[in-house]
Every structure is written in C-alpha cells, then in structure tokens.
C-alpha cells in the first residue's frame, strides 16, 4: 500500500525540528484527518476520496508516526498533545487555511481534542473517534478491566525499559493491536497490516514518547481545563464504540461535560472504525459539517 489514491504528497515544516508527511485532495472547505495508533495517515484510505468531492481534505501522519518526523524527547514536551495539535494548526496554515474542521482517531483524538481547546477559534468542527480525553481515561481505568488498557501503562514508565521490552519483539506487540481490536480482519488486508507493522517498528521511541506525554503532561493540561471551564465550543460529533462492562462508563456524559454542542453515537464496530465501516465515518463526517 502506497498512499491514498488520488492524492498528492508532500513533506510540510510545522516545527522547528519537525516536518510532517501529508496527503492532500480535493478541493473547497478544508478538513483535516488524524489517525490512531498503531497506524498512519493510511486508516483513511477509504473516507478520505469520497470526503475530497467537496473538500480539501489533509491527511498527515503525526509527528513521531509514519513517514511524519520522529524528533527525540528531551524533555517530557516534544509529543504532548499541545505540541501535536499545534503541528496540525501550522500544517493548515502553511496550505492556506487558518480555519478547518478536524477529526481524528484514536491518538489521533486526542490530539483534536486538544486542538479543540487550544485553538477554538481555528478549529470548526470536531470529530473525536473512539476514545475519550486523556484526564477522563485515566478516571475510568480500574481494577481487572483496566487490563484492556495494559499497554497505557506499559508505555507510561520512564524511559528505557518500555523501549527495550517493545523493540524486542515489535510486530509482536503492534500485531496485537491490530489483530484483537478489529471485528472484520479483512478491514485491515495483509499489504496495509504489513505497512503498519513495518511503520511501527521504525517508531518505537517515538511512540512510546507519545503515551508516555498521555500519562504525564497531556492528563495535567486536561484537568487544568477541567478547573478552569474550558469547553468545546464548535459542533462536536463522537463515535464510540460500546465497551459495555469492559470499561462501565457513561461516554456520553463524560463527553457532554466537555462539549455542549454534542452528538455522541455508540457504533457496532471494532475499534479501527473508519476501516470497518466508512461509509458510517463517512456520513457522520457529512453531517457534523453541515452543522453551523
């Protein structure tokens, strides 16, 4: 798997040390598309063309993913969801937009999430996907089912051991993701499982760096805005999977405190839903759009 058909690529500074690789397509109001671990721009590949029929939709790997620039973490900072969500508002302005609709999956979220709060005069629409902001997931993470969730924990150690443990057997480790958190494995065919494996292993540092901020500074500047009242005040859809007794939580209320213009949808989907179901993704993308 090459890239997305139909779009061009390029490699977009946003940082000082940090370039992003970006697919680019179509035309008219910008969008812009963020994957989850342990993937890249690719989990797009289907939504992506049919969203370019009437927008100009981005689709970056994000820092330390991909093809996306992997710089070291020197301090704890380079991969908070801050830094993330300020490569994704530099990204769009280096192509023109100092406005744009944003959805992104999983890690992918998170870093929208951020956007959302940080930049909500940039950001005018918003899109998390399947999961939840990262001082609510940390709350809803307990006892045997928090299990689930083992690979937060792994990764939120200092630095080293997760590393070494990882490195040791990659394909191993992302394999597992890829193959226990999907419903249809056909979702995901053999060519794009070989990229993602193949992605991830030459981004274990950086990606561990990545959770490793969520346990850290990620959590402090969330609940920093919890104290302080920030809200999401641009149209917001989520899609959530249901996780039923796995992780007893109320998504939507947890949401709805965040969020005042909300539609929340719980799917029927493995967790790699824009794979899964797409043309679900695709629809519920459309609608959020049309929203003022």
Known sequence: MTGIEGFTYQRVPVDADVSLNVAVGGSGSPIVLLHGFPQTHLI????????AADHQVIVPDLRGYGASDKPADLDGQTYSKRRMAQDVVNLAGALGHDRF????HDRGGLVAFRAGLDHPDTITH?????MLPTADMWEVMSGVAAAVGFHLYLMAQPPGLPERLIAAAPDAFFGHFLDTWVL????????VRAEYLRASREA?????????????VDREHDLADRVAGRRLGMPVTVLQQDWGAVLPYDAVALWAAWAPDLVHRTISSGHFVAEEDPELVLKALRDLLSRA
């Not at 797009?44 to 969203?51: E, G, K, Q």
């Not at 609709?101 to 992104?104: D, F, S, Y």
């Not at 918003?126 to 399947?130: E, K, R, S, T």
Request: aromatic content about 6%; charged content about 20%.
């Open 184 to 191: 249809r494995a056909e979702a995901i065919p053999s060519d």
């Open 101 to 104: 609709a944003l959805a992104g």
């Open 126 to 130: 918003l899109a998390p996907i399947d």
């Open 204 to 216: 274990v540092t950086s990606i561990v760096a990545d959770y490793r901020a969520s346990a850290g």
């Open 44 to 51: 797009w590949r289907h939504v992506a063309p049919a969203l």
